[in-house]
């Protein structure tokens, strides 16, 4: 059981937009930055958004990152099928000093 | 381009040791302003966090609760890389095993190494 909290899945319709929601407490999202990584099926997770709502060079705008108290969520907007993937949100638990994350939340494109 | 490369046996047998090392390239293990970590993924685990190995004027670990008892991580600044030691494992550490870099945020992940505790 994952200490930050997604949905299992979510999905849209290509074109439209997605959120997807990420929970955790005080102590970690209330007080450390959060990230957002992409994984397709049979590969590394991939850095999507960084610092609550920075994009590494190469990332689409399409993709972004909101942060507000103890819930962070991420936007994609002009779904296509190639964002078909896994994402988890990431952070630094305070408590534990250590890097969490969440249990992952499965997107479809219909 | 920062690249991870991992190499180590992809099959361990339950109570021996797990040994696992991230050659890097683009960047160096001595940098003072990135961690070096190690991250498992298993379908019923998740992606698990197991600690990182830094450098801030002097070399510093952090390391996962779960595993705290049983995990070593130590830069090799002589070949610019750093390993990965898990001790005493069972089924339950199979999982793929990715090396990375970052701080609060990773931004470069190894290629994934699957390994299999089984006798």
Known sequence: QSVLTQPPSVSAAPGQKVTISCSGSRSNIGKNYVSWYQQLPGTAPKLLIYDNNKRPSGIPDRFSGSKSGTSATLDITGLQTGDEADYYCGTWESSLSAVIFGGGTNLTVL | ?119
Do not use: H, M
């Open chain 2, 1 to 119: 381009q920062v690249q991870l490369r991992q190499s180590g046996p992809g099959l361990v047998k339950p109570s021996q040791t797990l040994s696992l090392t991230c050659a890097i390239s683009g960047d160096s293990v001595s940098s003072n302003s990135a961690a070096w970590n190690w991250i498992r993924q298993s379908p019923s685990r998740g992606l698990e966090w197991l600690g990182r190995t830094y450098y801030r004027s002097k070399w510093s670990n952090d390391y996962a609760v779960s595993v705290k008892s049983r995990i070593t991580i130590n830069p090799d600044t002589s070949k610019n890389q750093f390993s990965l030691q898990l001790n005493s494992v069972t089924p339950e550490d199979t999982a793929v095993y990715f090396c990375a870099r970052g701080d609060q945020a990773i931004d470069y992940w190894g290629q994934g190494t699957l390994v299999t505790v089984s006798s």
